[in-house]
């Protein structure tokens, strides 16, 4: 630096050797990358499974018996259908088993003349006459045929929100899947799966088969084959563009 400039000169210099340092940085920084579209994007956006997860909790098996208004006998299929349902409550659920049965419809008097068959169906599939818990729920259409429901509580996979559309379809413009999509896939899967923990980890192995293992170890001691007996080539043709 020339001793003999001024200080205004000083200064001048200063502030354009700081502007070629600032735009040095803002050019470098322009040549920095940017991230792409899916780096933005979450898995839950391209993965329904995460989404809409299955969600291990409890809720409640419900079964709604229908109820004519001249209803005094619960026929045979009927009966039969409730004592499983106790059953399933024996073995899903606590052993618990509420009656709700519909208080101010139509087919009131029809509901109380059934519910003690109802009982006698439920401790004929195992569930203990204290563990029937007797309830009315009230119904404000007097015209109405309300059902009698059954309940217990038990653990099940279920699946929240199905059918909420936050967002228009025709609006998505990024090529994701709309939110609602797979839902209903999910929500069949946990209704159809028995026993839930099968969707936290999988089963044990259970015991083999002592007769088949026999054989197997016979087989194999002889040198004879341990798999089924096939033939080569049965049941097979070679294509001719193979054979050239």
Known sequence: ????????????????????????????????????????????????RKRHPIVITEAPENFDIPVAGEMRNLNGSMKTAVAAFGKQADID???????????????????KAISPQ???ALKKGGVAADHIVMRSYAVSDMGASAPVRLSFMRVK????????????????????DYHNFGCATQANLAAMVD?????????PFGPNDPARTNEILANNRSGDLTAGQYGAGVGTNVSSVAQN
């Not at 205004?8 to 210099?13: M, S």
């Not at 659920?93 to 509901?111: Q, R």
Request: proline letters at 7%; glycine letters at 8%; a negative charge.
């Open 93 to 111: 659920g606590n052993g618990f088993v509420e009656v709700l049965v519909p208080s101010g419809s139509g087919n009131e008097a029809a509901a």
């Open 1 to 48: 630096m020339n001793p003999l400039l001024s200080p205004t000169l000083k200064c001048v210099r200063k502030l354009r050797e700081a502007s070629v340092v600032l735009g040095t940085f803002a050019m470098l920084g322009a040549c920095q990358s940017q991230p792409s579209y899916v780096e933005h994007q979450s898995i839950a956006d391209f993965d329904y």
């Open 157 to 176: 996979g279920i699946v929240r929100d199905c059918g909420n559309w936050p967002d228009a379809m025709i609006s998505n413009h990024q090529n994701t």
């Open 118 to 120: 109802i009982r006698t």
């Open 195 to 203: 026993n839930p923990t099968d969707l936290l980890r999988p089963r």
